[in-house]
């Protein structure tokens, strides 16, 4: 913390109408890299979270009937400072997250992109007229900001996952309250202190902080005042968190696990899957949604890929995210470590091999070892849950036909990822996998122009592009008589 430049971006109470609120409750955070305590935060209680349904809504009419070009242009003014405090930001969120700094610094870079993107996507909400079937009549579409808007983002990118979802929500005239994850609120709370700064109105932008997520999830879902929620996170809760919107018949975007296939066909370039595998799968220490979760790799060059794959991974620094040299840190707890060695060691009880690593890291309680499974099956553990730690599952296979329906053989439907070189063979494969992103050779699939989002139980709802504004607008259609 002593080397943050700016103290001001350092927070450690909610931000609700423009005020920041304090608490006598408080809850730690920490950082997993080290089990120091990092911040004592205020607890926001269920009072504090309808407080910040209630100053959205009040705000809602003024910041809705501003011209796009005004929104755009506060928009950019906090594009602008965040992209100005990016190693202040960055250092905060490797504090409280533990990724490598370098990649927290990618993240900042990363989420600034979006308020980039709906800033000027704002100014392109374009309505439509329709012919109408008689002269005394013209039929026209307009677009309307939806209203009142609620987030729940997760800790695995505090960051990037607030602004993916603030920036469209604002720039559509919505208004917008966050709950961030308990674990990593301080990265919101930067945003809401930048936003302050760059003249955002008090109630346009709001973050609740609390450890309370069950009783403030039931506000964000279920006040009568939010039109919209919106959750990136697991299926499990993802689940609760729609059937509690359902009462209201609130409109829900979710984005939420993943299960990702990574196929290596034999006419592959064998170099360029081994890269991309590794950085799909240890990204963020293997705690990402879309992280490669299960590489499927032709028989006749499994071993090729393997022995590569694992001198690669071999080399792959583990340690404190702010040490310069580190690759992979610290899972998000202890917990989340004995799971991933839960999950390993139930697939190795199956039949699986332990090519490299296979248990915890002497890094700290937080740490796994980079880890390669040979001899996988799809059945295994590994393979049918969501790993969410540095471990990859190598499963060999035959034939086109086999690896699709094994790729596919999953409750998800997030990201999917293959590498070859036959045109054919592309245009089949990319049609085939049942998922809502693919990557052909490309596992670098993240982009503030694309659509991000899933099929089946990875949720509905698009992040990103010209699509992600339209989770926030609402369709109004008007019949005049002249």
């Known amino acids: 913390m002593d080397k943050i430049t700016d103290k001001g971006l350092v927070k450690n109470c909610s931000y609700i109408d423009g005020q920041w609120h304090t608490s006598d409750k408080r809850f730690s955070v920490t950082n997993p890299a080290t089990g ?15 407080q910040a349904v209630i100053a959205a809504h009040k705000t809602f009419a003024s910041w809705s009937g501003q011209t796009a070009n005004h929104r755009a242009k506060l928009l950019r003014n906090w594009l602008n400072l965040i992209i100005e405090h990016q190693d202040d930001l960055a250092r905060l969120l490797t504090l409280e997250q533990g990724k ?26 374009y309505g439509e007229t329709i012919p109408a079937a008689s002269q005394d009549k013209r039929l026209l579409v307009l677009k309307q900001p939806v209203g009142v808007v609620s987030a729940i983002t997760p800790w695995n990118f505090p960051n990037a996952m607030i602004t993916r979802k603030a920036a469209a929500a604002l720039a559509a005239g919505c208004t917008f309250i966050v709950k961030p994850a308990e674990m990593t ?15 955002i109105p008090a109630g346009v932008f709001n973050v609740v902080v609390s450890d309370d997520a069950v009783n403030i999830g039931k506000v964000l879902t279920q006040h009568p005042q939010i039109a919209k929620f919106t959750f990136t996170g697991s299926t499990q809760v993802g689940k609760k968190l729609a059937a509690q919107c359902a009462l209201g018949v609130k409109k829900v975007s979710l984005e939420l696990g ?26 963020n220490a293997g705690q990402t949604c879309i992280c490669t979760n299960r590489i499927f790799v032709q028989r006749n060059v499994v071993e090729k890929f393997t022995k590569q794959y694992s001198m690669a991974v071999a080399e792959l620094a583990v340690g404190n995210g702010l040490d310069v040299d580190t690759q992979i840190g610290p899972l998000i707890s202890s917990q989340a470590a004995e799971k991933v060695k839960q999950l390993v060691d139930s697939s190795v009880a199956q039949g ?4 490299l690593g296979g248990d915890f890291s002497n890094a700290g309680a937080c740490f796994y070892q980079p880890t ?43 990201a999917a990822y293959f590498y070859a070189r036959d045109i054919g063979r592309i ?28 099929v089946k139980q990875s949720g509905y709802g698009r992040e990103g592009s010209r699509h992600g504004l339209d989770d926030y607008l609402v369709i109004k259609y008007l019949s005049m008589g002249i």
Request: avoid cysteine.
């Open 352 to 355: 699986a091999n332990i090519a």
């Open 258 to 283: 993943g299960n990702a296939p990574f196929i290596v066909f034999d006419d592959a370039d064998i170099d360029a899957a081994v890269k991309g595998a590794i950085a799909s799968k240890y990204r």
């Open 36 to 50: 120091e305590t990092i911040a004592q935060v205020a607890n926001a209680s269920v009072n504090d979270a309808e």
């Open 372 to 414: 390669i499974l040979t001899e996988v099956s799809n059945t295994m553990p590994v393979a049918q849950n969501e790993i969410f730690g540095p471990v990859s599952a190598i499963i060999p296979f035959d034939s086109e036909a086999e690896v699709i329906e094994a790729a596919n053989d999953t409750e998800y439907g997030l």
């Open 100 to 125: 490598p700094l370098a990649e927290a610094r990618g993240e900042i870079g990363y989420g600034a992109g979006f308020i980039e993107w709906f800033a000027e996507e704002a100014k392109r909400v």
């Open 427 to 454: 245009w089949r494969v990319s049609e085939g996998l049942a998922f809502g992103m693919v990557g052909v050779n490309d596992s670098a699939i993240s982009n503030v122009a694309a659509p991000f989002g899933g």
């Open 185 to 199: 609120p301080l990265s919101a709370l930067a945003l809401a202190e930048l936003a302050e700064r760059a003249g």
